[in-house]
């Protein structure tokens, strides 16, 4: 079962006490965009197998979104924190490097 640690109350959440959002970290399109940048941001997902960023909200605690940087293949969590922020901590970041060496970066 997947475990996550809520960056705002600090309680380690079981799945079924959370709400999955989706991918984290997708520039939105707004007016004046193109058909197919609005297209592309409605539909396309990436949906890798590793490393992976999802939004992800305590849907029966705090209730807040929040951030998770997570392996989809073996369910290890890296890290959680703010829904505010615009790219992953670096501490987050170093923990992926050093579990996973051949990881491109985050893009």
């Known amino acids: 079962m997947l475990l996550l640690i809520c960056p705002y109350c600090g309680v380690a959440a079981e799945e079924t006490e959370l709400a999955p959002g989706g991918e984290a970290h997708l ?3 707004g ?3 193109s058909d197919a940048e609005f297209e ?3 539909f396309a997902r990436k949906n890798p197998k590793g ?3 999802e939004r ?3 849907a029966y605690g705090c209730g807040k979104w929040f951030l998770a940087a997570r392996c989809t293949a073996t369910l290890e969590v890296f890290g959680t924190y703010p829904a505010q ?3 992953p901590p ?3 970041i170093d923990r992926i490097k050093a579990r996973r060496p ?3 970066g985050f893009a």
């Open 102 to 104: 051949d990881w491109k």
């Open 51 to 53: 490393v992976h960023f």
């Open 40 to 42: 592309a941001y409605l």
């Open 27 to 29: 520039k939105r399109f």
């Open 90 to 92: 670096d501490d987050i």
């Open 85 to 87: 922020t615009s790219g």
């Open 31 to 33: 007016p004046g965009s």
């Open 56 to 58: 992800w909200r305590h």
